[in-house]
């Protein structure tokens, strides 16, 4: 992971995770392949030959990495559950932070309460800070499906422009009251991961399941026409709050508890390099 991190992702991380511009660095000779756009005529008209102006990127670049822990990430039918590959996740975007010297800031919101890390540079605090967050307990069963997001507090958790990454369950439900503002002070990108029988519930006959919303077991009927209707509905209504939530395909993604997330990432990651 940390070779990975450190090779292929680091370069996608970069073109994904921009600076807020570019800044004018020097004049170097212009070298076929360069951008003609960059050619600084002044210049060329005093020496004789094509000159260019370099640009850096200005890399002050904060994440701050928004967790919505719920009851609802601990189901998991294969693998592992929707919480363990959530916070593979964050734990992927920290190190990703720390390897490009970023700032790294928590805002951990669960039904018991909140806690917010400000954001920080440096491979070891950022590494204390997710690994404090991997230390977490998960939610009590039966808790409820969420607990509202402290929107004000994330608003004040970090600079204008910051990289907001939330990541959830993102159930079905309008779109929160702070959610406008946000989407100005910050960059918001919308992380999901979903288990397999959230897209699809398996063909077989009645089984009990666990439910860590209720904190019960529920009998399902996946043949039952009506119960199939249902779990559709329920579906398409969550993605549709999604993409209501975040209209941009390319500011959120969603994944499978099967799927390679370091491949998922790379992905996305590249998907938004092609666009930009």
């Not at 004789?48 to 904060?62: A, D, I, L, N, S």
């Not at 916070?87 to 992927?92: I, K, W």
């Not at 010297?101 to 950022?126: C, E, K, M, N, Y």
């Not at 406008?180 to 918001?188: E, G, L, M, S, T």
């Amino acid at each position: 992971m940390k070779h990975a991190v450190e090779t292929v992702l680091s370069g996608e991380y970069r073109s994904t995770f921009r600076g807020r511009g570019m800044e004018f660095d020097q004049v170097v000779k212009y070298e076929f392949g360069d951008d003609v756009r960059d050619i600084d005529w002044n210049v060329t008209a005093r020496l004789g030959e094509p000159y260019r102006k370099k640009f850096v990127e200005e890399r002050e670049v904060t994440v701050l990495i928004l967790f919505e822990d719920s009851p609802s990430l601990q189901f998991g039918s294969v693998g592992r559950t929707k919480r363990e590959a959530l916070l593979e996740l964050a734990g992927l975007i920290a190190l990703l932070g720390a390897a490009n010297r970023d700032r790294v800031g928590l805002v951990h919101v669960a039904p018991d309460g909140h806690r917010l890390v400000q954001p920080v540079r440096g491979r070891g605090q950022i590494m204390n800070m997710a690994a404090g967050l991997l230390g977490r307990p998960a939610p009590a069963l039966g808790a409820g499906n969420e607990a509202p997001i402290p929107w004000e507090l994330v608003a004040r958790a970090a600079p204008r422009h910051s990289i907001l990454l939330w990541l959830g369950d993102f159930p079905p439900r309008p779109a929160p009251d702070g959610w406008a503002v946000i989407r100005r002070r910050y960059q918001p990108m919308c992380f999901r991961v979903d288990d397999p029988w959230d897209r699809e519930l398996p063909d077989s006959a009645p089984f009990g399941a666990y439910d860590p919303l209720a904190g019960r077991v529920v009998v399902l009927d996946p043949r039952n026409a009506a119960e199939r209707a249902r779990h559709a509905a329920w579906r398409q209504e969550r993605d549709e709050a999604l993409r209501t939530l975040q209209p941009d395909p390319l500011s959120r993604l969603v994944v499978s508890t099967q799927d390679d997330l370091l491949d998922a990432v790379v992905r996305y990651f590249r998907a938004r390099m092609a666009a930009a």
